[in-house]
Nanobody, 125 residues
Framework: QVQLVESGGGLVQAGGSLRLSCAAS????????MGWFRQAPGKEREAVAA????????HYVDSVKGRFTISRDNAKNTVFLQMNSLKPGDTAVYYC??????????????????WGQGTQVTVSS
């Protein structure tokens, strides 16, 4: 059974930084794409970033390019999201997700079958 546990959310002022972590267990972590999604109140969930199984390929939503960095440590079964220059518009619940299919890269939520519990990120102006 795949389990994903996020940590690192919190309250930060605009311009600040946070680092989210997601620890995975239950299957061979290094075979699967990992993603970070977010959902703000009244808005649809959106894919923020994704990283391929070996880390060679990444994807970012346009609104976070140049500010957020996704990375992974396959030896520690952990994926990270470093968030810099945070804006109030980044306020949301952030979810870690694991792809369903090994060695497949995608950013559509339908391709992710396992989700963490979510961690709140609040950016004050």
């Amino acid at each position: 059974q795949v389990q994903l546990v996020e940590s690192g959310g919190g309250l930060v002022q605009a311009g600040g930084s946070l680092r989210l972590s997601c620890a995975a267990s239950g299957r061979t972590f290094s075979m699967y794409t990992m993603g970070w999604f977010r959902q703000a109140p009244g808005k649809e969930r959106e894919a923020v970033a994704a990283i391929s199984w070996g880390g060679a390929r990444t994807h970012y939503v346009d609104s976070v390019k140049g500010r957020f960095t996704i990375s992974r440590d396959n030896a520690k079964n952990t994926v990270f999201l470093q968030m810099n220059s945070l804006k109030p518009g980044d306020t949301a619940v952030y979810y870690c997700a694991a792809a369903i299919t090994a060695y497949a890269f995608g950013v559509e939520a339908a391709g992710y079958g396992y989700w963490g519990q979510g961690t709140q990120v609040t950016v004050s102006s």
